[in-house]
């Protein structure tokens, strides 16, 4: 079963999901052990797969680190936090955590889109 670190220990997932706001993005940067990256792969492909029928849903993208570092980033993007609550609350999600390898840690935080002028648009 996956394990989770906040990204952020001063405002882990479990204060922002508390938190009205849309559309966010959730990062989540995962680690493994070496010879456990298959199996986190195909754990993260499932829950994708799940997650992509859920209200709300908008899209994600895995990224693996250069080299051979067994790091994931992972970011999806919601409509709001309370879509991407209901959907991680959701007994059937929570119960699919426990096919991760049990040397993965995940580090997930939702943020939200800023406007920074001449750069990028909220």
């Given at each position: ?34 010879k ?45 936090v ?41």
């Open positions: 079963m996956v394990q989770f670190k906040p990204l952020d220990p001063a405002f882990p997932i479990e204060h922002q999901l508390g938190v009205e706001a849309g559309p966010v993005v959730l990062v989540n940067l995962f680690t493994v052990d070496p456990d990256q298959e199996a986190l792969v195909e754990a993260w492909r499932n829950d994708a797969l799940w997650m992509k029928k859920q209200p709300g849903y908008i899209s994600t993208q895995l990224h693996k680190a250069v080299g051979e570092s067994g790091m994931y980033f992972n970011y999806a993007v919601w409509d709001s309370e879509d991407f609550r209901n959907a991680f609350a959701n007994p059937e999600f929570q119960q699919a955590l426990s096919h991760y390898p049990s040397s993965a840690v995940s580090a997930p935080h939702l943020f939200e889109k800023i406007a920074v002028p001449n750069c990028c648009t909220a």
